[in-house]
Each structure stands twice: as C-alpha cells, then as structure tokens.
C-alpha cells in the first residue's frame, strides 16, 4: 500500500492520466504494481498541468521513493520547491533518508547540490557524507558531491588532508580516499594561489606525499593504492622513476631475495629498462611476474618484456 | 581449485547453457518483467535494446520473434521518438493529447535512449526512413556544454544529468550512426547542419584521466571502467582515438587518451581474483582483518579439501596493521600447488592461454574492489578498443562468467555469483563472452556493443543516406 490516499479530497479535483503503452508490443514493459500505476498516472496529471502546489511536493515524493531514477520528477520537484519558496532544510532531511534508501542513485545526489548552493551554506553536510561512508566508504556519488563540497564552499584546508588519512588509516585499500588525497593536494593547481600548487610545484608538499605513500605501502606492499600515488607523484613533480629504485628494492629482491609485491617488482622493471645496460635485468623481473608472482597478467608482462627488443634468443 | 576439478576444467571447459541463456531472454521478451524492474521503468529503452541484441547475439531472435512482433517492436521505438529529434527512454512522460507548450519539456528526448534506440532499430534490421535524422543531429549538437561534455536531456533550456561519460558516449555513437566519424558541417534536405565541438570533446575526455591512468568522469574523480569505456569508444566514434600501439613520438594532443600505455597498464589491473563480495575488499574497512582475511580465502581456493569453509569470522581491528603478507603467502601457495609450467613463448602472444585455464579470475571497475559481471565487458571491451585485445586473460575471465556468474536454474547472468540474473548484467555476460571467443554467442562489436551483422547493416543505411567513409 502507498503513503498517499488518492480517494481523499485533496486528489478529487484530478483526472489520472494513464500511461499509454504505444502498441501491441512495447519493450521491456513491466507488471507495475497498482500503486505506482496510480501514482504515475496521478504524476502525470499534475505535471500536464505544470502545476506548482504542496501535493506536488507529497506526489514526487511518492514517486521518487518507487523510481528514483525518473529523470524529469526531480526536475519538477525542485521547480516546484523554488516556486513555492518552500524549506529547503525540511528538503534536506528528506533527501537524507532518500539518500539512504537508494545508495546508488545519481539524481538524489544532483538534486541535493542544487538545494545546497541554493542554501550557500554547508552546515550539517560533512556529518552526513560520514554516515553515507560509513555504509559504503567507496560510493562514487558521495565522493564525487563531497569533491564539489570541497570547491563549492572552500573547504581545502579545513582538515580535508587528515580527512584522507584517517580514512586510509582505516582502510588502505580503499582507492577513494587515495584519489580524494591526491584532489585535495593538487585540485587547485592552476588557480596561481601561492602554496597551493600540488606536487608539481612545491617541494615540500611532493617530499610529504612520497613519504606519505612509502609509509603506507610500508603497512601493505601488495595495496596497489600506494604505488599508483606514489608513481603519480614522482610524474607529475618532474621527478625521474630511477629515484625509486632504492625504495622498490626493498620490495622486489631480484636474484633470489623476497618478493613482497608484484607491484615493486612492476616498478623496477621499468625503472631498469630506461637504465644503461638495464634491459635483461629487467626482463628478468618481468619474467618472475609472469612466472610466479603475478600469473594471471602473464600476457601483459610478456607484452611488457617484448617491448624491451631484447634479442629473442634470449627472451 | 581442488586438484581434480582443475584436471575436469582442463578436459571439459565450462560452456555457455544456450539453452537456458535463450529461455531467459525468450521470457524477457515475452512476458512482463517483474515489479523489480519498476526501478527502472525509465530506462526502459536500454532494457528494450538488452533484450533485442541479447536475442541477436544468441542467434535466435528471428526465431524467437515473429516478423509481427518485430514491427511493433520498432513502431514502439518509434512511438518515443520525440516531435523535435532524439528518442525518449519510455512512454512515461507523455501526456497524449493533453500535450501543450508549457508541459513538454517535462517530456523531453534523452540522449541515452537515443542512441539505444538506434542500435536497436539496426539489431531489428528496420530501414531507417523514420529516424528523424537531421531533427536528431540539431538537437544533438544543444546537448553539449561548453566545456565538451554531453548531458542527458535539454529542459527549460538547460542541459541536464551529470558531467558523465555515458552520455558522450551516447551522444557521439548516435552521432557516428547518423552521420559517420567525419567531423565539419554537413547539408540535409537543403539545410545546413553544424556538428558538435569535437576538439571540446576530446579535451574533456583528456581532462579527465586520473593520476593513475585510468579515466574518470570529470577531472579529480576516481577512475572508472565504465567510464573509461565510455571515453574510449566515444573517442573512437569520433575519429580521435589514438591505440595503444603507438610510439610516444606519434601520439597527439588532438587526440586521446593521452597515454595510452597508462590507460593499458591501469585495464590490466583491473583482472581480480576477489570475486566473493563477501569476503570482499568492499565491504570490510578494517585493513588488518581484511590482510588475514584474503590469505585465508585464497588459500581456501587453492587448497585441497577445503572448499566451502565459511569466510573468518570478524577479527580485532588493530590500530596499526601488520604488513601485508597475503600476497607473498597466497603467491607461495600458487607455486607449490598449481606449478605453473609454462615454457616462454617469444614473440607472439598466444590465443587462449593453456597454462593457466583453471584460474578465475573477472574484472573490476575500480581498484581493489571485488569482480563484477559488467566489468568483464568494460574493461575488456576497453582493451578491444584501445587495439590490444590480448592483454588481459581471457581463458580466465571466460570461466569467470561461465562457472560463477552464469546462473545455472534460469539462465543468464548475476553480478555476482550465486546472484539471480538481471537483464543488465546477462546481457554484459553475453557481450563479454564474444570478446574471449566463447562458442554459441554471436561476434559482438566491441566498440558499438551490438553483434557485428547488425553493425554492418549500418553500410546501408549510409548508402542511402549518402554518408562517406567505411565502418570503423
């Protein structure tokens, strides 16, 4: 049973519109439920109407808890809200529960954008956004709204860094929190602000993020996360790879030492194939991957080794 | 992998269940789906277009469907082709004749179900006489932003839906069907028709490549197979793509992506061995659990007689986790028990890889999650497209999808295993099978994500439309 009593006075003065199927064979049509058939057809008739009222806001509702992925019902909820110029912070505890209720819908999160900006403030949201990660710490939504957040309102250096860290903290492996780190240290290069240039252009911000990651690749070798930033900063701060040669070694023994991660032994393959003399060497690494450290991409690291032009002999 | 199974796999390869795939799909087109679908009744045009090339590639739509059907399947897709160009995903927002100026735009054309429209119009071999071409191209071109990015629809004048991929995608594929690759402007019926910004596109696109070589949807976000997919295909329907085969010296900044042997080495990790969500690296935020967790479950896997043992109960949380070890553990256990036994082979790469056919192994969309059914079609298909369609272990991926996501009662395919089957995810079955060769699925398009007949249809459709140049 719905929420909405279509028998009441509040509906008498309206004719439901009905879907009309378009023909014998429509595609993918679906056995709708008599409620949304109802509250699709009530839809319908209020939006025939363009009207603007209290009972569109109840019957968006209504629909959008059914099909939150309707594309022009939030678009005239949101018409219909500014028209009235009703409370935009009510709006926002409803979009709560929506949003809990529906993890993976885009449009709940669109829609809270445009209340939000039309609030101009932020009060409120980080708490939210931290119960929607503590459901799904790797929701594409929630981190792509917490990046506009972060822009919107100016929040880069209010403990957005430590943010990063904590999350990764908790979960190494969690490649959002990484991504996010590197937005928040280098998502404002280009504004010309001083000290806020990234790795590319501060020294020191590039020597905090390579320790950064070495310290985290350190807590797990085999997290690809880590190597992937730190790769990320050494290109992107103009540093050369061979400066990480020390650094994979230790966890890429080559000649029989221990191998803790494919992806050191990754990294040094391709630091020895730019090196004097280094092409066998790295050849070598790439066949302990493909022959014992990392089987499944074996056609990939033999791609890799033929691109050295080792004389095939050899190979 | 129990020894003997792995001895089985090696004799008789998992196989598609065509029958039961056909049966799935024969339902899907023949009766209602169920209220789950209510979800999604908006997008019903790209489940109308799943379930016709699922039919197709299983080589029995036009036995499952009579020539009857099949028209009233393209006079519905017609029946959401909007006044003004482009199609609608449903009949949901239309008001019949209560239709006026003021509520149209509640009704709009979706760029989405426009280009699904028209891939399903090929796939039902329709002629094309009622596609209101040169409306469609106008229209296409208002959907894109300043910045070269597409949205989904145009309401009140504004363009709507996320900085998203999908619909570059969408829109220049349904660009690609209604004009070819060639960019510049174009005259139909004695009108001129200016095309959208490709250099805006391809920069948008370039803007969008992640730190670590994969492509997101806008610029900072975390990269995405689905969306590295869709960029990579809208590229190539524009003519810009440049392949991985290409010398640095030779690539351009007209072009994209970028680098490619970046995108390349960012897809091949996306091969994954986690493919039990429960015990995946999704759902536990705890890294010293998780450590011990994998070792665990992957030496469960290898391990003889031990199949079935329950996923460890939750651990301690640790403040400082221990160095991760699951990789040496689980790489020593490999070698002992599976012995890998290859001799190299030099410089070409082989079809199917023999040595390996007992792994399984799918494909994620993001780094250190859990494998996923669609994934083995947007991430491999991404290697098909970027001209390296060998990179990635097929052998593996197949008996992904075969042995575990294939759903042995009804047929199709879940997201994970043991899931029941949905059409999104049994058509992305399907599509992903083709590209490893699997027998019994007709040879899909990788860039389109259609078979190949009912892409080559296209040849003449253009022949009366006049349009130059030849299939990509």
Known sequence: MGNIDFTSPLWADLTPLPTDEGGDHPLAAIAYTEEYATTMSYLRAVMALSEHSPRVLLLTAELIDMNPAHYTVWLYRAETLFALSADLHEELEWLNETALDHQKNYQIWHHRMLIVDRLGESEGEAEFVEQMFERDAKNYHVWSYRQWMVKRFGLWEKGELEFTEGLIRRDVRNNSAWNHRWFVVNGREGEGVEGVEGVKGDEGVREREVGFAKREIGRAPQNLCGWSYLRGVVRKGGMRLGELKEFAGQFAGLDGGEVRSSHALDLMAEILAEEEGGRERAGEALDMLMETYDPVRRNYWEYRKGMLGLPSAAA | ?472
């Open chain 2, 1 to 472: 992998m129990d020894h003997t199974k792995a001895v089985d796999d090696a004799t008789t390869p998992p196989q598609l269940d065509k029958k039961r795939q056909v049966k799935y799909w024969t339902r899907c087109v023949k009766t209602l789906l169920p209220f789950h679908y209510i979800g999604l009744d908006s997008n019903r045009m790209y489940m109308g277009y799943f379930i016709l090339a699922a039919l197709d590639l299983l080589d029995v739509l036009e036995t499952v469907c009579s020539e009857t059907e099949r028209r009233d399947f393209a006079d519905w897709i017609y029946s959401c082709q909007s006044v003004d160009g482009g199609f609608k995903m449903w009949r949901g927002t239309d008001f019949g004749d209560q239709t006026n100026d003021l509520n149209r735009k509640w009704d709009p054309a979706n760029v989405p179900a426009t280009y699904f429209a028209l891939v399903a119009l090929l796939v039902l071999g329709d002629d094309f006489k009622r596609v209101k071409r040169r409306e469609t191209l106008h229209w296409l071109r208002k959907m894109q932003r300043p910045d070269g990015s597409f949205g989904e629809t145009l309401v009140n004048g504004q363009i709507e839906g996320g900085r998203d991929p999908r619909y570059g995608y969408c829109a220049t594929g349904a660009r690609y069907i209604l004009r070819g690759a060639r960019s510049g402007p174009l005259t139909l019926d004695g009108e001129d028709i200016r095309d959208i910004d490709v250099d805006a596109f391809v920069e948008c696109v370039r803007l969008a490549e992640a730190f670590d070589g994969g492509i997101a949807d806008q610029p900072y976000n975390e990269p995405h197979a689905g969306y590295t997919y869709c960029s990579l295909g809208a590229l190539n329907f524009v003519g810009r793509l440049q392949k991985a085969d290409l010398r640095p010296s030779q690539l351009s900044s007209r072009y994209g992506p970028s680098n490619p042997q970046e995108v390349v080495r960012w897809l091949v990790q996306r091969q994954t061995e986690h493919i039990d969500p429960d015990a995946s690296i999704d759902s536990d935020t705890i890294g010293s659990n998780r450590t011990s967790k994998v070792t665990d479950r992957e030496l469960e896997n290898i391990l003889p007689n031990n199949h079935g043992a329950p996923p460890n109960s939750e651990q301690t949380p640790s403040q400082t986790a221990p160095p991760d070890h699951s990789f040496t553990s689980a790489a020593a256990a490999k070698s002992q028990i599976r012995k890998p036994s290859y001799t190299p082979q030099p410089s070409t790469l082989p079809d199917h890889d023999s040595a390996t056919t007992a792994i399984c192994a799918g494909m994620n969309g993001r780094v250190n999650k859990t494998a996923d059914t669609c994934y083995a079609w947007w991430s491999g298909a991404s290697f098909h497209v970027l001209g390296q369609p060998k990179l990635y272990n097929h052998a593996a991926v197949q008996n992904y999808l075969l042995e575990k996501t294939q759903n042995p009662v009804l047929g199709g395919f879940g997201k994970f295993p043991g899931d029941a089957p949905d059409l999104y995810h049994s058509y992305l079955g399907l599509t992903a099978l083709s590209l490893v060769g699997c027998e019994g699925v007709k040879e899909v398009d990788a860039g389109m994500c259609v078979s190949r007949n009912a892409k080559g249809r296209l040849k003449g459709v253009w022949e009366r439309w006049g349009v130059e140049g030849s299939l990509n």
